[in-house]
């Protein structure tokens, strides 16, 4: 968001100011103030006009300058009504040098999720996908999608729902007891770099905020399901947030994904290349890979599709 216009709401969030002290504050002229609030209207930001001056009213609008106002984190965002995909978009960026740029939009048209299944993003949802260059060693990159998917747990018990993780990359919703869930959100994690280096990660979260149930696939729910409507852009500033937080905290992140899993404690079958683990799940490593319990032994799975099990 241009710097003057940020300034800008930020006079007007404490109350009514007029345009001369604007002008003032800003050290800009009168017209200049008023061609930054007719900018502002345009992005969808409620600005009157009264006997006290300009007067800013509850933020209602969902883009990329409202995400931005009242962020507590260091992250751009590039807003599209509607994106083929924000993972692809996002790559875009990377190639291109970018850093902390969020790519956010209302609709995907062609979301995909792990093993590039496809992933119903329909308006009205959260998806988004964060672009960044950490210093850090490709071994330590899956923290970045342990980060993300408790910064979306942390954001959607925020709202009202009862979230949890299912190991590796899925935010779900309990049902029962025994290890059932319903899916809220999945993640996709994307990276280029060498053993020593990364050169970029890309976290792609996709959460079915404000959408009604017959427009989810089966085994799937929403915020609005559970708890109700929510406020994406304040959604979003937590989630990015929380997430800005545990990237720059790593030994932070595997404790607090192990206070929000939902899998360890589960009997699971792991699906992976070299055949298919089932035992309980006990632990996740300082690296985020899940320690099964077999008949056979302890083994740990870096990768793989992990389904619960009901108990024995």
Not at 69 to 90: C, I, K, Q
Not at 196 to 218: F, M, Q, S, T
């Amino acid at each position: 968001m241009n710097d003057t216009r940020r300034a800008v709401l930020e006079a007007l969030a404490d109350g009514p100011v007029s345009g001369p002290e604007l002008a003032d504050a800003l050290d800009v002229s009168r017209a200049a103030v008023w061609k930054h609030i007719e900018a502002l209207r345009e992005a969808d930001f409620e600005i009157e006009s009264g006997p006290n001056g300009y007067d800013l009213g509850e933020i209602e609008a969902y883009n990329a300058p409202a995400v931005e106002f009242g962020l507590e984190a260091p992250f751009s965002v590039e807003y599209h009504d509607s994106v083929g995909s924000t993972n692809d978009r996002a790559r875009e960026l990377a190639g291109e040098g970018a850093t902390d740029v969020v790519v956010l939009a209302d609709e995907q048209t062609g979301g995909r999720g792990r093993l590039e299944r496809e992933w119903t993003a329909p308006p009205g949802g959260v998806w988004l996908s964060v672009v960044t260059r950490p210093d850090i060693a490709a071994a330590q990159a899956p923290l970045y999608t342990l980060a993300i998917s408790v910064a979306t747990a942390r954001a959607a018990r925020e709202a009202g729902v009862d979230a949890r993780i299912k190991w590796p990359n899925d935010v779900v919703v309990p049902v029962g007891d025994d290890g059932d869930y319903r899916k809220l959100s999945g993640i996709l994690t994307e990276m280029e770099g060498e053993t020593d280096r990364v050169e970029w990660v890309i976290v792609g979260p996709g959460i079915n905020a404000n959408i009604d149930a017959d427009a989810l696939p089966e085994g799937a729910t929403s915020i609005r399901e559970e708890a109700g409507d929510v406020d994406r852009r304040r959604f979003v500033q937590r989630l990015l947030e929380s997430f800005d937080d545990h990237r720059n905290d790593l030994e932070r992140v595997v404790p607090a994904w192990r206070e929000l899993a939902l899998t360890l404690g589960q009997r699971v079958r792991v699906d992976r290349p070299a055949g298919e683990i089932v035992g309980e799940a006990v632990d996740v490593t300082e690296s985020g890979a899940l320690v099964v319990e077999t008949d056979d032994g302890r083994v740990t799975v870096s990768a793989g599709d992990c389904e619960h099990l009901r108990p024995v």
